[in-house]
């Protein structure tokens, strides 16, 4: 098995399949396998709607300036992601008991009109996924497509 909770999977994919069914169009999840993360990218007039499904599934929201009071395992996630910039958000979820983070990753893009969300897993210690829990992930950002 990959080692982890299964719960976290199955977090991971509510929160995929929550936001895929609250926008009213199409879309569809992708996989960044750069940074091990199912992608999509919406409209900037959803972002309220991502938000709101996004609020729902998380504990805590972060922006640039509540950053600087948030435990260090959510620094990680944003040191992960290279940074926070203005109106650019975290979620996370608290760790589990193998420390393992479940976030996501509001990003709008500088033209102001599309906004990319990223979900995945930070592993304590920032390991690496093994590729069995990448083939989870993906499995499961696939899934939440249907």
């Known amino acids: 098995m990959s080692g ?28 960044d396998g750069r940074l091990q993360a199912a992608v999509v990218v919406v409209q900037r007039e959803k972002s309220r709607i991502v938000n709101e499904s996004l609020a729902r599934s998380f504990d805590n929201r972060w922006d640039i300036e509540s950053i600087q009071d948030s435990p260090n395992y959510v620094r ?35 033209n102001g009109n ?17 590729s069995e829990q990448q083939m989870e992930l993906l499995n499961r950002t696939l899934g939440a497509n249907h």
Request: proline fraction near 4%.
């Open 76 to 110: 990680e996630v944003v040191d992960a992601l290279s940074g926070l910039r203005e109106r650019q958000f975290i979620y996370s979820s608290a760790p589990d008991s193998e420390g393992t983070i479940l976030y996501a990753a509001y990003w709008p893009w500088s």
């Open 4 to 31: 982890l909770n299964p719960e976290i999977f199955e977090s991971f994919q509510k929160v995929l399949s929550d936001i895929r069914e609250n926008i009213t169009e199409e879309i569809y999840w992708n996989w």
């Open 114 to 130: 599309l906004v990319s969300i990223r979900v995945s897993l930070l592993l304590a210690d920032r390991k690496s996924l093994s």
